[in-house]
């Protein structure tokens, strides 16, 4: 009987969650703000104009298509809907990616009794996130969910599916490109050859449509209009999140009355006021350092780890996936650990980071959780308090009423800040695991007497 009522339960609520997801997606659908961008620039071509980055393509210069030629030219079903089904059927895979990422994490990690306590906090630090990229319709969580897909498939140790994955992340929104190097790191040397195989393949797959001249053309102004020219968008888009955006509003003075759609009220936080050309190529010293100076600490400690057979924080997914069947537990993977600080990485030092982007916390906040709720020790006690509080805060300070306050905490940066201190705990992780991984590693080199 109590079987049959746990069952009825589950069902219950596996029914109220369809209809809930069904139901809130013609909210969504009313108010979505990026994919309105997509519909129009799809219409366009369907119309029969190519010049995918003129003003007016889309809605407008600040409105306008900044997606290489392939996202417009894959998606062509999308575009010969009708907008309300179109933008429904993308609410729906929305929701169904924001599905894919958690099912990822889930994959890689066993089971054990903490996951719902870790999967409570992971969910209270990045849950704003979410509901802001099904609000905006952002392509962002596409890239976010290949990404992770491809993690997964290097764990199972696919490496082409893995390519795939990760070429078409980066062939849709540029800043995967960032953990690359990590790869490189690892020698993963046919993972990236795939990958770079891929990416060139999938640029080049929009020339059945448009033909080899003008899909080379549109490439060449996509990286002028999108990469090589960033100072309209920046000025004009979504506050920039990232540690040029941020040391910007911090050490200068930010004119928010040029932004040409009339979006202007940001409050002031600078606490000094140099030239902004100085302090954007501090922003971008500083981020170089930074990026090179994690990778040298994973590369440093990867050389000091003994063979992945003899390190329980190294196992693969088959030995992971072999333990949550038995039963067992095992502390999280330094894999984990290593890409939920690349992934820190990536918000930060990218050229242009927006708030929806933090969607991508959901891989380092499961990893600390992980670490903070299943292990002991030092390390472990300041991981479970980081995330308790990044989860309080990402909780409360959402619902703080008035929209000047809200713009406030933007410009100040909060989730720059909070993810510059998941990035510290995570760096103070790895050094902890790799410092528990040494002794014991050292006694099984040391022969019996």
């Known amino acids: 009987m109590t079987l049959r009522l746990k069952i009825n339960a589950r069902a219950f609520l596996i029914v109220a969650l369809i209809v809930t997801v069904g139901l809130s997606g013609f909210i969504f659908i009313n108010k979505l703000v990026d994919f309105p961008v ?11 104009r190519v010049d995918l980055y003129a003003s007016d393509f889309a809605l407008g210069p600040v409105m306008d298509y900044r997606y290489p030629p392939f ?12 907008y309300k089904l179109a933008a429904y059927l993308w609410y729906l895979l929305s929701v169904m990616q924001t599905a894919g990422c958690v099912w990822t994490l889930q994959r890689l990690c066993p089971s054990r009794k903490s996951s719902k306590l870790v999967w409570l906090v992971t969910l209270l630090v990045t849950a704003q996130y979410f509901v802001m990229i099904l609000h905006y319709g952002n392509a962002h969580l596409l890239a976010i969910t290949l990404m992770f897909a491809a993690f997964y498939f290097v764990a199972e140790q696919k490496n082409q599916a893995a390519a795939v ?18 790869f490189a790191l690892k020698r993963k040397w046919r993972l990236l050859g795939f990958v770079a195989i891929w990416i060139v393949v999938l640029n080049l797959l929009p020339a059945t449509y448009f033909g080899w001249t003008t899909n080379a053309q549109l490439l060449s102004t996509w990286y002028g209009h999108v990469i090589a020219s960033q100072e309209f968008h920046e000025a004009n888009g979504p506050i920039n999140l990232s540690l040029k955006g941020q040391l910007r509003r911090y050490l200068s003075e930010v004119d928010y009355a040029q932004r040409v759609d009339g979006d202007v009220r940001y409050p002031a936080v600078n606490l000094a006021a140099f030239p902004a050309e100085r302090v954007e190529q501090t922003a971008l010293v500083l981020s170089a350092l930074i990026f090179l100076g994690a990778l040298a600490l994973i590369w440093w400690f990867s050389g000091k780890s003994p063979p992945p057979e003899a390190d329980s924080q190294s196992t693969t997914f088959d030995v992971r996936h072999k333990m949550r069947a038995t039963g067992q537990t095992c502390a999280p993977s330094r894999y984990g650990v290593e890409l939920g600080l690349m992934i820190c990485l990536m918000l930060l030092v990218g050229p242009l980071t927006s708030k929806i982007y933090f969607i991508a916390l959901l891989w380092p906040v499961y990893a600390l959780a992980e670490f903070g709720f299943a ?31 809200q713009r406030w905490l933007l410009v100040a940066g909060v989730d720059f800040l909070m993810t510059a201190l998941l990035l510290g705990v995570l760096v103070y992780v790895l050094i902890a695991q790799a410092r528990a991984i040494q002794p014991r590693s050292a006694a099984l080199r040391t022969p019996a007497p």
């Open 38 to 48: 997509y519909y129009a620039a799809g219409r366009s071509l369907l119309g029969g």
């Open 71 to 82: 996202f417009l030219f894959i998606f062509i079903p999308l575009w010969l809907l009708p």
């Open 165 to 182: 994955a990760m070429a078409l992340a980066i062939t849709i929104k540029l800043t995967p490109i960032l953990i690359l190097p990590y």
């Open 375 to 405: 292990c002991a020790g030092t390390a472990a006690r300041l991981a479970r308090r980081v995330v308790i509080a990044a989860a309080v805060i990402n909780s409360v300070l959402p619902l703080l009423p008035g929209r000047s306050v």
